[in-house]
DNA sequence: TCTGGGGTCCTAGGACCC
DNA sequence: TCTGGGGTCCTAGGACCC
């Protein structure tokens, strides 16, 4: 058996834990830049406020009715994300975190011993009373259906957050009442799909016959459909490493000057180089991409990528940065209004073994290696970017991005934490 | 005025080989 | 007029996820 553990409208829920005084009232969470809506709490939806929304198209209705706002705080979900896994860890020997605010534990073998809902019970009510986040487990055969099951429990008080889906009465019950939309794997355009062949429910769907569903869908829909039927088939593999590391953002605002876009890209550059050597790897291709304002029909529109491939793969801030400045001036163009940069790596490996250059320019890798890795120690020890490089450029950039209400980093700096 | 960021996997089709 | 069969590798784009 599987369980899935949700936490309920995570980014939204952690903003409470340090706004006790918004229990029960509406908030929402803004993408990077306050842009558009992330995260929302019932309250808010309640409202008529839905997930993916510009804020600025709402404002009235989020200003009529008091509705508090913060900006993307990454840091702190991350930081409180960890607490749960490790209150997680406590009780459950194989974790694996799919993604920020949803985990899948393997209960194989558990079943020996535990009554598995008393046992996801009691641990959901020690997240809740540890970190005062409130969780939603579903358990079942599979993933898949783990996962409609921590929907149910969201969604029904009764459940009181752990719904089991474990004979077979239970999951046709469970297919039948669920909404296809919302089955993990199906998409919008499997839906139409799906739809179109008369299927609407997730119990029609199972009922097909396998040679039915290998005529009319490709492999993730074979396997969606197997996970239904309770056959277990996606993977939980334990060892993860990135196939791909991108940092982009859109600018606050826009900017032509090349200068301006190459302190953009040099600064995601050096935090993909980051995010690289945290996972002991190293890459060897990299691609910088900019784009202009989408929305802005008055003016030039302009997208280009560009990639670099380097002598060896490498996780070196310096090498990896001059390569994507390199991209980046074989594709800028004056007279554009950038709106938005980003640094992509790929062809991602293990730091070792490494293939060597027998004509690699840089003749002292161990020592760079060295350099990097006391650049790190003081950047973590004294804070971000405590070093970096001349070209990110200073502090304040028109194209940094706007984030007018974010919440102090009140679980990783010191100077930030809570007062009461 | 303001419109997010970061991923994975699969497939079709092109380009190439014998 | 007739015009094979069996492969590999790579890439762009689609579909999906949070």
Redesign the pocket.
């Known amino acids: 058996m599987y369980a899935l553990i949700d936490c309920n409208t995570f980014f939204a829920s952690v903003e409470r834990v340090f706004h006790p005084g918004l229990k029960r009232k509406p908030v929402v969470v803004l993408?990077?830049?306050d842009?558009?809506i992330?995260a929302l709490t019932s309250e808010a939806k309640a409202l008529g406020l839905h997930?993916?929304e510009?804020i600025?198209k709402v404002?009235d209705i989020v200003e009529r009715n008091g509705v508090s706002i913060f900006s993307t705080n990454m840091t702190l979900y991350a930081a409180m994300s960890r607490r749960i896994t490790n209150i997680i860890r406590r009780s459950v020997q194989h974790v694996e975190n799919?993604?920020?605010?949803?985990s899948f534990c393997d209960l194989n073998g558990y079943e020996a011993h535990f009554n598995l809902e008393e046992m996801m019970r009691s641990l959901a009510d020690r997240i809740s009373l540890w970190t005062d986040i409130p969780v939603s487990v579903g358990v079942a055969p599979t993933k898949t259906l783990a996962?409609i099951g921590s929907k149910f429990a969201k969604k029904y008080k009764g459940y009181r957050s752990v719904c089991m889906i474990d004979d077979e009465p239970k999951r046709r019950k469970a297919l039948e009442l669920f909404d296809l939309a919302d089955?993990?794997?199906?998409?919008?355009?499997?839906?139409e799909r799906l739809n179109y062949y008369g299927i609407s429910t997730p119990l029609e769907f199972a009922d097909k016959s396998e040679s039915w569903v290998k005529t009319h869908l490709?492999?993730?829909g074979v396997q969606t459909w197997l996970e239904l039927n309770g056959h277990p088939c996606i993977d939980t593999s334990e060892v993860y490493r990135?196939?791909?590391?991108?940092?982009?953002?859109?600018f606050g605002d826009?900017i032509s000057d090349l200068t301006q876009l190459e302190a953009s890209v040099a600064t995601?550059a050096s935090?993909c180089a980051n995010?690289l050597r945290g996972q002991n790897a190293g890459c060897k291709t990299v691609t910088v991409f900019v784009q202009s304002?989408r929305?802005?029909d008055d003016l030039p529109q302009y997208c280009n990528s560009a990639s670099t491939t380097l002598v060896t793969s490498t996780s070196d801030t310096l090498e990896i940065t001059s390569a994507a400045l390199k991209a980046l001036r074989s594709i800028y163009r004056p007279g554009i209004m950038y709106?938005?940069s980003?640094v992509?790596l790929t062809d991602i490996a293990p730091n070792s073994p490494v293939q060597q250059d027998l004509f690699d320019p840089i003749k002292n890798r161990p020592q760079r290696a060295e350099l990097m890795k006391a650049i790190d120690r003081i950047n973590q020890r004294f804070g971000l970017k405590t070093i970096q490089l001349a070209v990110e450029g200073e502090k304040e950039q028109p194209w940094k991005?706007k984030c007018e209400h974010r919440s102090g980093n009140y679980l990783t700096v010191l100077d930030e934490i809570l007062e009461v």
Do not use: A
């Not at 799919?98 to 949803?102: A, H, L, T, V």
């Not at 089955?183 to 839906?191: E, F, K, M, Q």
């Not at 990135?242 to 859109?250: G, H």
């Open positions: 993408s990077n830049n842009g558009c992330v997930r993916g510009p600025f404002k799919y993604s920020i605010d949803e996962k089955v993990w794997g199906i998409g919008r355009h499997t839906l490709t492999k993730p990135n196939q791909s590391i991108c940092t982009s953002r859109s826009m995601f935090s995010k304002n929305f802005r709106k938005k980003g992509i991005i």
